[in-house]
């Protein structure tokens, strides 16, 4: 498998949810997307299983909700790692749409030796 360079241009245009990467063959085992959300919405909680998560804000602000109660500030600018096997939530906490992607990849263990 031989993944190809891409581009895509983050042209929001009122959907809410955009895939850019699917995956293999696509990719090697990355997959990402845009997400608008508009104000007081939520992505809904969901679980990265066995995968690393990044979050890189565009525009807006708002939550990064963990499991447990925990909460990461988001505004435009800001990325989030999010470690695997753990349940969290987006949330719009500004009076306009907040804009992201995410990154999601497998997690790859090193070779043991």
Do not use: W
């Amino acid at each position: 498998m031989n993944p190809l360079p891409l581009v895509f241009h983050l042209d929001f245009d009122g959907t809410h949810y955009r895939r850019l990467l699917s995956g293999p063959p696509e990719t090697s085992a990355m997959k990402a997307g845009a997400v608008e959300l508009g104000p007081g919405e939520t992505v809904g909680e969901h679980t990265t299983e066995g995968r690393e998560e990044c979050v890189v804000v565009l525009e807006g602000e708002g939550r990064f909700l963990l499991a447990g109660g925990a909460e990461l500030p988001l505004r435009a600018g800001t990325l989030v790692y999010c470690p695997p096997e753990t349940t969290h939530n987006v949330l719009n906490t500004g009076q306009v749409p907040l804009r992201y992607v995410y990154i999601v990849a497998k997690v790859c263990l090193p070779d043991e030796d």
